[in-house]
C-alpha cells in the first residue's frame, strides 16, 4: 500500500513539474465541464428509463437487467476514444530494488480505480431508486450499483486487454468480435435465448446481495487481472530494451513523390511518420476502424435514419482525420525540430506538404461513405460539399495551431510514456472544428435546406482551398517569429531516456 501511494504521489508531482502544466489547466477545466455534462444526461436517462419501463407486465429493472449485456458493450466502445492504456513512467523505477509485477499492479490499481469506471453510476443511481426502492429498499439499489460498479472495472480490465493488442497487432480487433459476433449470435439466432434470463439473473442476484453472485464476477475481474499483468509485463520490457526496433520489413521509399520536388520530399516525410511510428500508426488505425465502422452502420442498418445522426456521422467521418493528426501540428516534428529549422524554409513546405496530403486523405472518407450515397441515406452533393468545406474551411483552423504548439509528441513509446493531456488551445480549436459545423450546418439547414446550404459549405471551402498558399505563408511567418520559443518548449517536453 505505501508503495501505490508512494508512486502515485510520483506521478502527481511529475504532472505539477512537467513545463506543460500550466498550459493543460484549460484542459482539465474542459475534461470536467464535460464529465459534469455527461453525468447530467446520464442522470437524464436513467430517470427516464425508470418511467418508461414502469407499468409493464415486467419489473422495469428486469427489463433494464436483460439488457447489461448491451451497455457493457457499449461501455467497451465508448472507451476507445476517451481512455487510453494506463500508463506510468516505470523506467526510473526499474533500476531500484522494486518487483516488476509490483509496478504493473499500481499499474492496474489506478486503472481500476479510474473515474471512468463509475461514470455509468449516474445512469443506475437514478433508475435504481425508482424502481428498486419499493421492494428492496436502499440495502438492494447499494448492492446493485456495486454490482454494476463491478461489471464496469471487469469491462475496464477487458478493453485494456484488446486495446494493449490491437496497438500491438491490429488483427486482434478479431478478437472482440468474435466475442461480441458470438454473444450476439447466442441471443438472438435462438428463440428463447438463456443469455437473457442469465442477464436477469445476474441483476437478481446484485440487488439481493447474492454473495455467489459477486464473488463469481470478483473472479472474473482476477483472471482479467493476471491476463494484464503477463501481457503487459512482456510488452513494457520489450519496448524498454527496444526489441522491436531492428526489425524491419519493408521498406517504401514513395518514390512516385520524386516529381514534385521539395513538397513530395515532405510529404514522403510524413507518410513515414504516419506509417512506421507506433503512436501514429495507433491513431490511424483506430480512426480507419471507427470510420468503417460509422459508415457500414449507416449505409446498412436503420440504427442512425434520423437526420440528425446523419449529419453527424458525415461530419464525423470528414473532421476527425483532421482533429487527430492536425490537432498536434508540428508536436510530432517537435522530436527532430532542430534539423528542420537548418534549412531556409523548410517549415513552409512542410506545411504545404501536410496539407495537400490531408486535404487527399479526405477522399478516404468520401469513399467510404459511397454505400451510403448509393442507398440513399446521403445526398452526394452533401458529401463533396462536406469534403470541400473541411479541406479549406476547417483545415484552415487546425493549421493555426502550428504557430502556438509547442509540446514534442513520442512517436514510438506506448506503455513507458506519460499521456498528457493537449493544451487548451488545441482542445478549444479541435472541439471547434467540430461543434461549430454541426451548429452551421443546421442553421443553415433550417435557412436554406440541404441543397442551397451545400452550395454555400462549397463556396467557403473552395475560398480557402484557393487562398491556401496565402494563409499557409501566414502561418509560417507567424511560426518563425516564436520559432525560439517554440524549439525551447520542444526540447523541454521530449522523453527523456
Request: one cysteine or more; hydrophobic letters at 50%.
Amino acid at each position: 500500500m505505501s508503495l501505490f501511494l508512494e508512486l502515485r504521489k510520483h506521478g502527481k508531482l511529475a504532472a505539477k513539474r512537467n513545463p506543460m502544466y500550466e498550459k493543460n489547466k484549460f484542459g482539465k477545466f474542459w475534461m470536467y465541464f464535460m464529465a459534469v455534462f455527461w453525468a447530467g444526461y446520464l442522470i437524464f436517462f436513467g430517470s427516464t428509463f425508470a418511467f418508461a419501463f414502469d407499468g409493464g407486465a415486467t419489473e422495469a429493472y428486469h427489463v433494464l437487467n436483460s439488457g447489461l449485456i448491451f451497455i457493457l458493450v457499449l461501455d467497451f466502445l465508448m472507451r476507445f476514444p476517451f481512455q487510453k492504456t494506463p500508463t506510468q513512467e516505470v523506467k526510473p523505477y526499474l533500476l531500484l530494488p522494486i518487483k516488476r509485477n509490483r509496478l504493473i499492479d499500481f499499474l492496474l490499481i489506478r486503472s481500476g480505480l479510474n473515474g471512468f469506471n463509475l461514470i455509468w453510476l449516474f445512469f443506475f443511481v437514478p433508475f435504481a431508486i425508482l424502481t428498486i426502492t419499493k421492494f428492496y429498499g436502499l440495502t438492494g439499489v447499494l448492492t446493485y450499483c456495486i454490482g454494476i460498479w463491478l461489471l464496469m472495472i471487469f469491462n475496464n480490465y477487458w478493453f485494456l486487454l484488446c486495446r494493449t493488442l490491437m496497438n500491438e497487432r491490429i488483427w486482434w480487433i478479431a478478437l472482440p468480435i468474435l466475442i461480441y459476433g458470438g454473444i450476439a449470435a447466442a441471443m438472438f439466432i435462438p428463440d428463447k435465448s438463456p443469455l437473457f434470463d442469465w442477464s436477469i439473473d445476474l441483476g437478481e442476484g446484485f440487488i439481493n446481495g447474492n454473495l455467489l453472485t459477486f464473488i463469481g464476477v470478483l473472479i472474473a475481474i482476477v483472471i482479467m487481472w493476471f491476463i494484464n499483468r503477463s501481457l503487459m509485463t512482456g510488452l513494457i520490457y520489450d519496448e524498454i530494451n527496444k526489441v522491436e526496433d531492428t526489425k524491419v520489413k519493408h521498406v517504401s521509399e514513395y518514390k512516385f513523390l520524386d516529381r514534385y520536388g521539395e513538397i513530395g520530399e515532405y510529404m514522403r516525410l510524413e507518410l513515414k511518420l504516419l506509417l512506421r511510428n507506433k503512436v501514429c500508426k495507433t491513431s490511424l488505425r483506430t480512426v480507419f476502424i471507427v470510420v468503417i465502422a460509422f459508415s457500414c452502420v449507416l449505409s446498412f442498418t436503420e440504427v442512425y435514419d434520423g437526420q440528425g445522426m446523419k449529419n453527424f456521422i458525415m461530419v464525423y467521418n470528414f473532421v476527425i482525420f483532421g482533429i487527430l493528426f492536425l490537432s498536434s501540428l508540428m508536436s510530432y516534428e517537435g522530436n527532430y525540430i532542430d534539423g528542420l529549422m537548418s534549412r531556409k524554409e523548410s517549415i513552409y513546405a512542410l506545411l504545404r506538404a501536410k496539407y495537400i496530403l490531408y486535404s487527399i486523405a479526405i477522399l478516404i472518407p468520401l469513399i467510404l461513405m459511397i454505400p451510403a450515397m448509393a442507398t440513399g441515406k446521403l445526398a452526394v452533393l452533401s458529401c463533396i460539399a462536406w469534403a470541400v468545406f473541411v479541406s479549406g474551411c476547417v483545415y484552415f483552423c487546425l493549421f493555426q495551431l502550428a504557430v502556438y504548439n509547442n509540446k514534442t509528441v513520442d512517436l514510438n513509446a506506448k506503455m513507458t510514456n506519460r499521456q498528457n493531456m493537449g493544451t487548451g488551445l488545441q482542445n478549444l480549436i479541435a472541439g471547434a472544428a467540430f461543434g461549430v459545423p454541426l451548429i452551421l450546418n443546421v442553421i443553415l439547414v433550417s435557412l436554406w435546406g440541404q441543397t442551397v446550404t451545400a452550395w454555400i459549405l462549397i463556396v467557403i471551402g473552395g475560398g480557402f482551398i484557393l487562398t491556401s498558399r496565402f494563409w499557409l505563408k501566414n502561418v509560417y511567418l507567424r511560426f518563425m517569429k516564436r520559432r525560439y520559443k517554440n524549439m525551447e518548449g520542444f526540447r523541454d517536453s521530449r522523453q527523456r531516456a
